[in-house]
């Protein structure tokens, strides 16, 4: 009797070590594949976190719906990383200056203006009629769910941001 007891014993104590030793390798791997995939720098306080492969995700839409070439592609990029760019500086000049990080309507629909022209600038006239339309559409969407708020809608003039 006093065997099985012990045996019963010593059966529960390696299940459970074996359970604590399988439970910290699960926490000890999930922390590892949480930390890989934390973006290295987050955004500033106050400031709103985009996709990081935003501009990449824009070259493709617009690839598929204008069907860019590979030099298009290159250099509609580099408009809209630059777009980005400026858009992300305005914004730290608005959260340095007390603003909450809103930075001037104005300021950002000039910079959008500017990278449509840009892009207009690459397209052929196909193209640019179909570019019309999508951004004729992006500002009819967006009208329609700010107008059922009750709100008036500012268009949006590039892709982007």
């Known amino acids: 009797m006093f065997e099985l ?3 019963f014993l010593l059966a529960r104590r390696v299940l459970l070590s ?13 922390q590892t594949d949480t930390q890989a995939t934390a ?8 400031q709103m976190q985009y996709h990081r492969h935003g501009v990449e995700r824009q070259v493709k839409h617009l ?4 069907s860019l070439t590979p030099d298009q592609q290159t250099q509609v990029k580099a408009i809209l990383a630059e777009q980005r760019q400026q858009m992300q500086q305005l914004r730290g000049a608005s959260a340095q200056n007390g603003q909450a990080a809103q930075p001037d309507r104005e300021q950002i629909r000039s910079i959008r203006q500017d990278s449509r022209t840009k892009i207009e600038a690459l397209l052929n006239d196909d193209q640019k009629t179909k570019f019309e339309a999508w951004i004729q559409q992006r500002q009819q969407r967006m009208q329609q769910r700010h107008g059922s708020e009750g709100q008036q ?3 949006s003039n590039a892709p982007g941001e």
Request: hydrophobic share 50%; aromatic share 6%; glycine share 10%.
């Open 5 to 7: 007891t012990y045996g």
């Open 18 to 30: 074996a359970s604590i030793l399988f439970t910290s390798c699960c926490l000890a791997l999930a």
């Open 39 to 46: 973006p290295a720098s987050g955004p500033a306080a106050g």
């Open 63 to 66: 690839t598929r719906m204008l």
């Open 153 to 155: 809608a500012a268009p």
